[in-house]
């Protein structure tokens, strides 16, 4: 057991280095919100040919310095290929009018948005006794308005293979799938894809003093507490995309019972958060259960508020058998939420194959600070009041529910700190 951690990264990386992903799904269609498990590359060039990035002319080498009236010889319009030109790398004098997202005619050099020229409507010989395409001599003129001048080569077209190469790798292994990369996946044609396991979660509250109000409509005595952790830990695990529905237990005071229900739980769970149970008190029996399953207490008691009894441990009963982490968090309800969010999301994250695990909380600034110090990282409850600006939420201890419901997260501290910050944010989930 080590307990020299003296900040709560080290304290995580150190159980998160044990840890591998739960397994893998393949061929999985529902992408949105999974982890990729494997690369995934571009099948052509994005895009896929030199295409408009706005709406005006597509033009030849030379055109932009001719004075007067140019005639409009072609349309290039999205989803259908460039239109047949008079001649090869030019257009016999005119210009070909192009939408955004059509593909450049070959031999054009660059685009000229529609704004910079003076567009006239096309002409037509109503005396003509000639057929209709005869009657209509062109598409129209255009004039260049003195901006257009400015233009140079390349300008207003995407290039093929700008955005990415085929073959190029596209999303790598790790990938947490969103709507932005949703659309990368659906612009390589990629429609189902092998994905990391869905996390699963046992949650256990420990107590004698734990109490739900039952249907009987007996209400629970003073001397009892309702059973808000559950329910609590729960939420945070039901807003992540990659994890399943947790499992809720409960584990009494009696050392065997309690091992047990442990035990239980590690035998079909890939992580297991418990609560309560994890202090110096003679009821406190989580870590010699623990230590009696033979699991690897990581760390136990670190130098932060509230929390300080947080205890961390992997259990890997055999060499080949995965490693899973068990969290003890501290039984009051500020202490165990402010822990989850700090230790079990991002140990579960990696647990989900996200690549990016490591939390990156935002930085915000507080109002007023106060004037109380601690040597400990301190965590404290704050509401946001503007862009990047946070006031306090001053409560009554770890217990105080009522305060931490009136809270957005909570920012992060070192000891003996005393100023505004910006300090890293944790906004609950």
């Known amino acids: 057991m080590n307990h020299s951690f003296e900040h709560p990264d080290t304290a995580i990386a150190a159980i998160a280095d044990r840890l591998l992903p739960a397994g893998v799904e393949l061929g999985c269609e529902d992408l949105v919100g999974r982890v990729l498990a494997e690369p995934i590359y571009a099948d052509r060039d994005s895009p896929a040919a ?3 990035a706005m709406d005006g002319y ?3 080498p030379g055109q932009i310095s001719e004075a007067g009236e140019l005639s409009v010889v072609a349309e290039c319009v999205p ?3 460039p239109p047949e030109l ?9 210009v070909v009018r192009i939408f955004t997202g059509a593909i450049v005619p070959p031999g054009c050099d660059r685009v000229i948005q529609r704004e910079h020229a003076i567009e006239s409507p096309p002409t037509v010989d109503a005396d ?3 057929d209709s395409k005869a009657a209509v001599a062109h598409l129209g003129t255009i004039r260049w308005k003195p901006p257009a001048n400015e233009s140079r080569p390349g300008w207003n077209i995407r290039k093929q293979g700008e955005n990415l190469r085929g073959g190029d790798l596209a999303l790598p292994a790790g990938t947490l799938v969103k709507s932005p990369q949703m659309a990368s996946l659906a612009s390589f044609g990629v429609k189902s894809a092998s994905v990391y396991s869905l996390v699963r979660v046992a949650i256990i509250t420990t107590g004698d003093e734990m109490a739900s109000d039952g249907d009987s409509g007996i209400p629970v005595p003073p001397w009892q ?3 808000s952790n559950s329910l609590t830990l729960a939420a945070l695990i039901d807003a992540c995309s990659y994890t399943v529905i947790p499992t809720l237990a409960h584990g009494p005071d009696e050392p065997d019972l309690l091992r047990t229900v442990i035990e239980q739980a590690t035998a079909s769970h890939d992580v297991i958060l418990l609560t309560g149970g994890v202090s110096m008190g003679d009821h406190d029996y989580v870590p010699s259960v623990l230590a009696e399953m033979g699991a690897d207490t990581i760390f136990h008691r670190l130098p932060m508020r509230p929390g300080k009894p947080i ?3 992997v259990y890997q009963p055999t060499r080949d058998a995965p490693a899973k982490p068990i969290l003890g968090l501290p039984g009051n309800p500020v202490s165990a939420t402010m822990g989850a969010v700090r230790f079990a999301m991002p140990l579960i994250a990696k647990l989900a194959g996200v690549i990016d695990w490591k939390p990156n909380p935002p930085m915000v600034l507080l109002n007023d600070v106060g004037p ?3 040597p400990l990282h301190w965590m404290r409850a704050v509401r946001m009041i503007g862009p990047g600006l946070a006031e306090l939420v001053i409560g009554k201890g770890s217990g105080d529910l009522v305060s931490m419901a009136q809270s957005d997260g909570f920012i992060e501290m070192p000891a003996n700190a005393n100023d505004v910050g910006p300090w890293p944010y944790y906004a609950w989930i």
């Not at 008079?86 to 005119?94: C, V, Y």
């Open 86 to 94: 008079p001649k090869a790398g030019t257009s016999g004098g005119g």
């Open 128 to 130: 003509s006794e000639s």
């Open 79 to 81: 989803g259908s290929p």
């Open 225 to 227: 507490i309702r059973n």
């Open 311 to 313: 205890l961390g441990a």
């Open 50 to 52: 030199d295409v408009s």
């Open 58 to 60: 597509a033009i030849f």
């Open 372 to 374: 109380k110090t601690l």
